[in-house]
């Protein structure tokens, strides 16, 4: 496995997380909703076909690939019946994803921004994050794809990020658990960890220019060294 961890945080000022598959475990969740609502659109995909098509990518990327597919006619209050149908599955089962916690309080302790950009919408994200307990840590900064133009792979998420905390981008540290997340830090000229805690294979995160970590806390690990 690819890892460069020891110069990880060396120079970071400000750590960028993804919220799914990353900080909240949805990554198992999502796509099953998804394949349900896209077969019932006429458009038959498994779950599985769904994490390769769609992680990482913005609603409106979603959107306009089910409206380009589907069968039937699909207007906007579909992608309120998919956010409705993610909530609930993630509300009877809400956890984050291991080593959350501990990584959190170890850049606490070492005084070391952090923030929340995700190609989610704000409803879903801070749903997540309050479900999990996690929204206190991060109020004030969490960066949704609806606020920018084009969501990740490019690189605005990331940018209007690394820019709200004023942050220089090459001091960033992006992790990711998705390849377009990956394109995206690479984009925005940030470094940045692939993580495969989850369902994405280490693999397709092997352009991360940190290294890929199963496990979270081997950032603590690494910086310690």
């Not at 990353?22 to 779950?47: F, K, N, Q, Y």
């Not at 981008?169 to 394109?183: F, K, Q, T």
């Not at 960890?193 to 693999?203: A, D, I, L």
Request: hydrophobic fraction near 40%; glycine fraction near 8%; charge should be negative.
């Amino acid at each position: 496995m690819n890892t460069c961890l020891p110069d990880a945080l060396r120079d970071t000022r400000l750590v960028i997380f993804d919220c799914d598959g990353v900080l909240v475990d949805t990554e198992r969740i999502g796509p099953a909703v998804v394949a349900e609502l896209v077969t019932e659109a006429g458009w038959s995909l498994t779950p599985a076909q769904v994490r390769q098509r769609f992680l990482g990518r913005p609603e409106s990327y979603l959107y306009e690939q089910v409206r380009a597919h589907a069968t039937v006619s699909i207007g906007p209050e579909w992608l309120d019946t998919y956010r409705s149908r993610v909530r609930d599955a993630f509300a009877a089962r809400p956890r984050t994803m291991p080593g959350v916690q501990d990584l959190l309080a170890f850049l606490d302790l070492r005084q070391l921004p952090y923030c929340v950009a995700s190609s989610g919408s704000h409803e879903r994200i801070e749903h997540s994050l309050s479900a999990t307990g996690l929204l206190e840590r991060f109020t004030g900064r969490v960066f949704s794809a609806d606020d920018v133009p084009l969501g990740k792979p490019a690189p605005d998420l990331f940018l209007h990020a690394a820019r709200s905390q004023n942050c220089p981008p090459a001091h960033c540290l992006v992790i990711e658990d998705s390849p377009a997340g990956v394109d995206a830090a690479l984009a925005a000229g940030m470094p940045v960890v692939g993580y495969s805690g989850g369902p994405t294979e280490s693999g397709s995160l092997a352009h991360a220019t940190h290294g890929v970590i199963p496990d979270l806390t081997h950032l603590m690990d690494r910086a310690a060294d």
